[in-house]
């Protein structure tokens, strides 16, 4: 069983900046891991994923502005999120599955972690 845990979530001005962290208990090396969020009323949308070879993925509302990273000698993953904007609101979900290959479909990654709320004002 792999846990994830997020942090660095919080409020900021539009055009300001946030890094998220996900430490988690197995390692990420051999797997997919990336980060989904979703805003009240809204469906959930895939931000970014990153294969352990190196692959990116990026959702079009946030290609340009985030970037995902991780360092897999200290299980961790990150997405740096540069001019954030009111829309990026939404509590952001870490998520890993067991394979290296990354999917578009969240119903696909069986480790979710609690989720980190980003507030982002106008």
């Known amino acids: 069983q792999v846990q994830l845990v997020e942090s660095g979530g919080g409020s900021v001005q539009a055009g300001g900046s946030l890094r998220l962290s996900c430490t988690t208990s197995?390692?990420?090396?051999?797997?997919?891991m990336g980060w989904f969020r979703q805003a009240p009323g809204k469906e959930r949308e895939r931000v970014a994923l990153m294969e352990n070879y190196g692959s990116k993925y990026y959702g079009d509302a946030v290609k340009g502005r985030f970037t995902i990273s991780r360092d897999d000698a200290k299980d961790t993953l990150y997405l740096q999120m540069d001019s954030l904007q009111p829309d990026d609101t939404a509590m952001y979900y870490c998520v890993a599955r067991d394979v290296w290959a990354c999917a578009a479909d969240s119903r696909l990654y069986p480790y979710w972690g609690q989720g980190t709320q980003v507030t982002v004002s106008s």
């Open positions: 197995g390692s990420t090396s051999r797997r997919c």
